[in-house]
């Protein structure tokens, strides 16, 4: 096996017997980005020296069994959205071209403090805000599996990453799919945590459809980080208590009670993606597993323009504070998201229709509205979820948009049909940020013919991780990832 692919699990296992170093590890790591990232372009700062010298200590301390730390020795890749003190930060914005960081964010602290070590910073759309990984600063950053198209957004760089070797752990943010878009378009393992779980700055930390998460090769290693992540943290109000520590191996899953929903009442889902999610379904089966199909009424414009709506009042209101000042270097999509927060704010302030292509929304869908959406939602989702040990579907209509994808331009064709909404359109991982309670997990489901991933989420009942890692590990166990040529970019 490539020793850029070793999982961190099995990695810290050789660590501790010594039959490999930490410095080995990470030069491999090194080699391998040099090589690859300038096909993929995931990376766009680098600290090997540095990172060298932090795997020259961290093998001391194996070597001396002293002080080992829950990564200690462990590459991990850092999403360009995180500020680390002393390292730049643009997230993805000629605006934050030359951005120093002067502290380091909370959910970054309990990694470094981890002993994992910080070896690069990974691309992100412009201020993280939307599902595929371009801008004018970094330009287009390519799926390893297929390099015509994306990895996916905005953990896109992370994804990349991941999956061409040139990291062994990396992190990402979901505010309306960020971690699992990626890990389903890039074969990898995401885990979406329900709201509070894992502390988070201010004032993200106080939007419920905001979290931060890790992103993996191998459900063990995505439960490594999670461990790391996880519980409560002096600075962030909303951090929950206590701990929850979700373990590393599990029993079967022989007569769980299974739901699933290709669809969830409305996306229309290309033929390849359910085909690998009926594969899916019948491994589950193999496993002893009870699955059948459930029905959702949910309403496609409903959660699209309460999604949008959300995201104008909260999300999107900090880059509307940009645009008198910085418009000409802003993306269109960054742009596009700060008009729109501003014309909800124009409507709320004068007391007018909103009239916007993305929102047809009525002034009356405040984030009062938001939250009823939300609320109605969850009734018709909640005793399902409650009869069942885990709900499954698609994570992506599609395995993947094209690289470069121009959401005012492009086409997103799925089945024959021009999907509209583009940015929502071809992922179903939004409703469950607006459900944001509820723990879901992103686990590869299968290859598309253009040699993209598929994936599936496994979502749990709320605040009950444990579930959905549990299914996640069993899938695993049937047929790993990136351990043949099967299952592993052809770079």
Same mark, same amino acid.
């Given at each position: ?26 030069? /491999? ?86 002993? /994992? ?205 940009? $645009? ?87 086409? $997103? ?79």
């Amino acid at each position: 096996m490539d020793l850029h692919y070793i999982s961190a699990t099995e990695a810290m296992k050789k660590f501790k017997n010594k039959s490999l170093s930490p410095v080995e590890l990470i030069k /491999a790591i090194i080699k391998r980005a040099e090589e690859i990232n300038p096909k993929i372009n995931a990376h766009n700062f680098t600290f090997y020296d540095q990172a060298i010298e932090k795997a020259k200590n961290s093998e001391k301390k194996y070597f001396s069994n002293s002080n080992q730390l829950p990564l200690e020795g462990i590459p991990i890749a850092i999403k360009d959205e995180e500020d680390i003190k002393g390292q730049p930060n643009t997230n993805g914005s000629l605006i934050l071209k030359n951005h120093i960081a002067t502290k380091t964010m909370v959910d970054v602290e309990r990694i470094i403090n981890s002993g /994992a070590i910080t070896h690069c910073r990974t691309t992100t759309p412009e201020f993280s805000c939307t599902s595929f990984t371009h801008s004018k600063l970094w330009g287009v950053t390519r799926n390893p599996w297929n390099l015509d198209y994306t990895p996916g957004g905005s953990s896109g760089g992370s994804g990349s990453s991941l999956a061409a070797g040139c990291s062994t752990l990396a992190t990402g943010s979901d505010i309306g799919g960020s971690i699992r878009i990626p890990a389903s378009a890039c074969g990898l393992i995401g885990f979406k945590p329900p709201y509070g779980r894992n502390p988070q700055e201010p004032p993200f930390n106080h939007d419920q459809y905001c979290v931060v998460g890790p992103m993996a090769r191998t459900v063990q290693d995505c439960i490594l980080m999670q461990n790391v992540m996880s519980g409560p943290h002096p600075k962030d109000i909303t951090s929950l208590k206590p701990k929850l520590t979700i373990p590393s191996t599990f029993e079967n899953i022989k007569n769980w009670k299974i739901a699933y929903s290709m669809n969830l009442g409305f996306f229309e889902i290309d033929k390849e993606v359910q085909k690998n999610t009926l594969d899916i379904i019948n491994k589950l089966k193999d496993l002893g597993a009870k699955v059948e199909e459930v029905k959702l009424n949910w309403d496609k414009k409903e959660l699209e323009d309460t999604c949008y709506n959300y995201y104008a009042h909260l999300f999107a209101n900090f880059i509307a504070e940009l $645009i008198p000042e910085h418009e000409d270097k802003l993306t269109d999509y960054a742009k596009d998201v700060g008009i729109t927060a501003n014309i909800v704010n124009r409507a709320l302030a004068e007391r007018k229709k909103i009239n916007h292509p993305s929102m047809g929304i009525d002034l009356g869908m405040t984030l009062y509205q938001c939250n009823k959406t939300a609320g109605k939602m969850y009734e018709e989702f909640g005793p399902i979820i409650h009869d069942y040990d885990v709900f499954i579907c698609p994570t992506l209509s599609i395995p993947a948009v094209k690289a470069d994808i121009n959401l005012f331009k492009d086409k $997103i064709i799925i089945n024959g049909k021009e999907i509209e909404s583009p940015d929502l359109g071809w992922t179903l991982c939004y409703p469950f940020n607006m459900l944001c309670r509820l723990p879901v997990l992103s686990i590869p489901s299968g290859l598309a013919d253009n040699g993209i991933p598929t994936g599936i989420q496994i979502v749990g009942k709320p605040y009950d991780d444990i579930p959905v890692f549990q299914v996640g590990y069993q899938l695993e166990q049937l047929e790993p990832w990136f351990k043949t040529n099967k299952f592993k970019p052809n770079l």
